[in-house]
Every structure is written in C-alpha cells, then in structure tokens.
T-cell receptor, first 116, second 113 residues
Framework: DVKVTQSSRYLVKRTGEKVFLECVQD?????MFWYRQDPGLGLRLIYFSYDVKMKEKGDIPEGYSVSREKKERFSLILESASTNQTSMYLC???????????????FGPGTRLTVL | KNQVEQSPQSLIILEGKNCTLQ??????????LRWYKQDTGRGPVSLTI?????NTKSNGRYTATLDADTKQSSLHITASQLSDSASYICVVTGGTNAGKSTFGDGTTLTVKP
C-alpha cells in the first residue's frame, strides 16, 4: 500500500513563527503536492513538484515556499505564519503517468495548523 | 476557468437507502475524473477513477458514471451504511504531466440509523 505520512496531525504556532510541514511518501512517486482545505473552499493547490529540486506554484502560493531535496520528501514552509494560514494542510503524491495512464493522487492524513 | 461543481452540498439519508451525488465540470482538456471519500479529520481516499473512454466504474457499493459529452459524473451509493458518512469529493484532472487537478467542494453525506 502507498503510504504518505505527514510530520504532525495537529500543530499550534504563533503569528510570525516559521513553520515547517513535512511530508514523506514511500512509493517512489515523482509528483508531490501540498494543498490546504478550508470549509466551503474545498482543496486548493499551494505548490507541487514533479521532480527533485523542481517546484511549481499552484493556485495560492502566496505566503508559502517549498523544498524538495529528496524524491520521497516534500516540505511546506510558512516563513512568517499568519492567522489566515490556519487551515488543514494535505500532502499528496502520484506517479508520473505514462501514455494515457492514471495519475491518481494518494493523500496523507493531514495536518491541522492553528496560528494564534 | 476550470471548474468542478458538486451537488447537493449536503445530504442526509437513512441507513440502507441509496443515494446519488452529482459532479459537473468544465475542465479542458480532460484526462480523468476521480471520486474521493474523506472521513472527518482524515485525508481523502480514492474510490474510483475514470478516463474519458470509461462511462462506469464500480468499487463495492460505490458506482461512478461519467458522461464526457455533457461533462457530468455521478456517484451512486447502494444500501448505505453508517460508515458511509463522509465528504465525497469529485476531482477532475487535465492533461498536464504533473497531474494538476481541479477539486470540487465536496458533498457531505450523513447516514442516520
């Protein structure tokens, strides 16, 4: 079974703190994603990466950065946390599709971040 | 703009009853459509995935249909159980290499005894 793990289930930080959210996948997937999920807004893509050291902005990258130094690990960084970044953060990974294949995303359990 | 709209927003049914959730999309070009189940406080888990050439796919009591011409999909749940209470999310992916996807807001299903 594919396993995507996230470093914390719950996290409480103060405004202005630097926050690191870690995600690790064990299936040698090329693609990794960070989403945030808020009531009424669904999942919104923050950043994604399709290879080591590669990253692409998603729909809402402002206030976030990412790091992918190793294939299995994708980190989300909040340089200076703000209260509007209180949310559920979900990491996902997927294999790179070949031909017309599927590119199903496998999700981690999520990190509920509260910024006070 | 690529969009995925789901209806209803929420639904309450009695245990043992059937229900159907709807998903309409405008994503283009279309690559595949997935339905996910998300239990409260957990990450989404895939139920079904279909390409444009597939018009139905089943996973136990869950059956998804896809009409690529009208850009509509439905998820039918048969003989509902209390454990089916969750949010069901429709996800449509365009033909990008990185698999960037557009998510619906989800339908919250509550199954009552």
């Amino acid at each position: 079974d594919v396993k995507v793990t996230q470093s914390s289930r719950y996290l409480v930080k103060r405004t202005g703190e630097k926050v690191f959210l870690e995600c690790v996948q064990d299936m040698d997937h090329e693609n990794m994603f960070w989403y945030r999920q808020d009531p009424g807004l669904g999942l919104r893509l923050i950043y994604f990466s399709y290879d080591v050291k590669m990253k692409e902005k998603g729909d809402i990258p402002e206030g976030y950065s990412v790091s992918r130094e190793k294939k299995e690990r994708f980190s989300l960084i909040l340089e200076s946390a703000s209260t509007n970044q209180t949310s559920m953060y979900l990491c996902a990974s997927s294999p790179r599709p070949s031909g017309g294949g599927y590119n199903e995303q496998f999700f981690g359990p999520g990190t509920r971040l509260t910024v006070l | 703009k690529n969009q995925v709209e789901q209806s209803p927003q929420s639904l309450i049914i009695l245990e043992g009853k059937n229900c159907t959730l709807q998903c309409n999309y405008t994503v283009s070009p279309f690559s595949n459509l997935r339905w996910y189940k998300q239990d409260t406080g957990r990450g989404p888990v895939s139920l079904t995935i279909m390409t444009f050439s597939e018009n139905t796919k089943s996973n136990g009591r869950y059956t998804a249909t896809l009409d690529a011409d009208t850009k509509q999909s439905s998820l039918h749940i048969t003989a509902s159980q209390l454990s089916d209470s969750a949010s069901y999310i429709c996800v449509v992916t365009g033909g990008t290499n990185a698999g960037k996807s557009t998510f619906g807001d989800g339908t919250t299903l509550t199954v009552k005894p």
